[in-house]
């Protein structure tokens, strides 16, 4: 099963991301999103980050965790590759992730993403899996 697809949205980025679960699925949303942000080959596991959001609900859970990553990114210059999420219920999430400081010389950075929003937001646990659909405002 693909990680994720990206759909074209008008001026934005349209991405579904897949799991086993909807851990699994988180996961391959923020994945999903990196790789629009950079090429994450060759991105090394130097930096981890601890993370614990709490939400309203599960679809702005979704949103909240990719805008936690981003503003992370951009405060921190750090492009991330990895994402475990250790924790998940219907209001919070916890995960533990792994990138490292851009480096120009290495990272060919491609779009720039300026948030996750909730047009067209999906979440849907499945007995077969899990999917996630989000709309980036680039």
Known sequence: ??????????????????????????????????????????????????????SSDREAL????LNELLYIFDIEHIIFSRFDITGLSQTSLKAKIYGEKIDTSRHQLKTSV???????LKVEKKKN??????????
């Open 1 to 54: 099963m693909a990680r994720f697809e990206v759909f074209d949205h008008t001026a934005d980025v349209g991405i579904i991301a897949y799991g086993k679960d909807l851990k699994e699925a988180f996961a391959s949303a923020a994945y999903g999103m990196f790789s629009q942000i950079a090429d994450l080959q060759g991105v090394k596991k130097e930096v981890k980050r601890d993370i614990a959001i709490q």
């Open 62 to 65: 979704l949103v909240d965790w």
């Open 114 to 120: 300026k948030a996750a929003t909730y047009h067209m």
């Open 129 to 138: 899996g899990a999917k996630v659909q989000f709309i980036l405002d680039i």
